[in-house]
Nanobody, 123 residues
Framework: QVQIVESGGGSVQPGGSLRLSCVAS????????IGWFRQAPGKEREGVSC????????YYLNSVKGRFFIDRDNSKKTVYLQMNSLKPEDTAVYYC????????????????WGQGTQVTVSS
């Protein structure tokens, strides 16, 4: 069964850090791009970051550039999203998703989604 599971969310104060993990099962992660998306209450889902199957191409939403970093460890079937200098506006449910081999910030390019992990940034 093709499945991806996110973890690592939680509550932090502004300026804090979290590291999200996305673990894949049922497919060969090496051949897939992985995207991270988020959805805040009352807002549309937006693409936060993605990494191509080789890791050679990445994408970041403008508002997270320089604060968030994505990487992958195919041997552990895991993709990570390191989130630093968190802001209240980063509060959302974060999802990871499996795409094809190329990186895209568009959710229509992804066909398997995790259940999401809540990130709350508040003082």
């Amino acid at each position: 069964q093709v499945q991806i599971v996110e973890s690592g969310g939680g509550s932090v104060q502004p300026g804090g850090s979290l590291r999200l993990s996305c673990v894949a099962s049922g497919f060969i992660l090496d051949y897939s791009a992985i995207g991270w998306f988020r959805q805040a209450p009352g807002k549309e889902r937006e693409g936060v970051s993605c990494i191509s199957s080789t890791g050679g191409s990445t994408y970041y939403l403008n508002s997270v550039k320089g604060r968030f970093f994505i990487d992958r460890d195919n041997s552990k079937k895991t993709v990570y999203l390191q989130m630093n200098s968190l802001k209240p506006e980063d509060t959302a449910v974060y999802y990871c998703a499996k795409g094809r081999y190329y990186c895209s910030g568009l959710d229509k390019e992804y066909n398997v989604w995790g259940q999401g992990t809540q990130v709350t940034v508040s003082s």
